[in-house]
Nanobody, 119 residues
Framework: QVQLVESGGGLVQAGGSLNLSCAAS????????MGWYRQAPEKQRELVAV???????DYADSVKGRFTISADNAKNTVYLQMNNLKPEDTGVYYC?????????????WGQGTQVTVSS
């Protein structure tokens, strides 16, 4: 069984920074990709950033130049460094991991962590 544990959310003023982390544990054979999504109130969940097992990174246009995704493969952990935060970055941030475990390729979700940016 695979579990994802997120940490690092909180309340910050506009222009501030936060660093999110998400650690995957369990009988993991290989991780194909790790990413972060967010969901603002009354809006659909959207992709924020993703990093593949090969190290390729992609970002939503709204966060390019401000957010940085990285991964520690030895720890099965993905990070999201968020700088110059804006009120529109407010939402619940979810970690998503695409991996192979017990012979099956599946994606898993973290429990979500609240990020609130005040103006």
């Amino acid at each position: 069984q695979v579990q994802l544990v997120e940490s690092g959310g909180g309340l910050v003023q506009a222009g501030g920074s936060l660093n999110l982390s998400c650690a995957a544990s369990g009988s993991i054979f290989i991780i194909n990709a790790m990413g972060w999504y967010r969901q603002a109130p009354e809006k659909q969940r959207e992709l924020v950033a993703v990093i593949t097992g090969g190290g390729r990174k992609d970002y939503a246009d709204s966060v390019k130049g401000r957010f940085t995704i990285s991964a520690d493969n030895a720890k099965n952990t993905v990070y999201l460094q968020m700088n110059n935060l804006k009120p529109e970055d407010t939402g619940v941030y979810y970690c998503n991991v695409l991996l192979v475990a017990a012979g099956s390729l599946d994606d898993y979700w973290g429990q979500g962590t609240q990020v609130t940016v005040s103006s």
